[in-house]
Each structure stands twice: as structure tokens, then as C-alpha cells.
């Protein structure tokens, strides 16, 4: 379930959605570099791995779809990505 964002950058539309994505299988132990199924605001992802949220600092966005870690996760991490729709 999408949950509207009341304090967004626009002046609080309801239009950003917050949406979560599961990204496991995309880790293999040797990338560091993952793929968003659609376009993300920059600065918008919260990425838990292995369910504790990763820090800012430990993030690089690459560009609108694709992030970099600071850790490279094994094949049997969990990796799950909260965002707000880019736009």
C-alpha cells in the first residue's frame, strides 16, 4: 500500500507516493550496484539490509534508477528499498 507524503518538498501534495520495493534477488555477493524497477526522486531511498536501515553516507545514487551501496550483499541478504516516485 502506497502511503501519500504530507510534508513533501511541493508544499505537501498528497502526489509523492512512498513505495517499497524488494530487491533481493539482485543481490549475488560481488555487485555493489542495484537497479529500481521505475524512476525515483533523488534523495528519496531508505534501503534496509537485512532489515537495519542503511545510512545516508553508505548510499550513492548513480543516477534516477540505479543506487550503489557501500557493502557489496550476499546472495543470501535481504535487500528492501522504500522511495518516492521521480518525476
Known sequence: MAIGDVFAGDGG???KEIKTVDLTAQCDGVDDTFTMPEVYLSGSLWVSWNGLRMRAADITEA???????????????????DYKIGG
Do not use: M
Open 63 to 81: 543516477s534516477t534508477t540505479t543506487f550503489t551501496l557501500s557493502v557489496i550483499p550476499r546472495a543470501t541478504d535481504e535487500l528492501i528499498v
Open 13 to 15: 501534495t498528497l502526489l
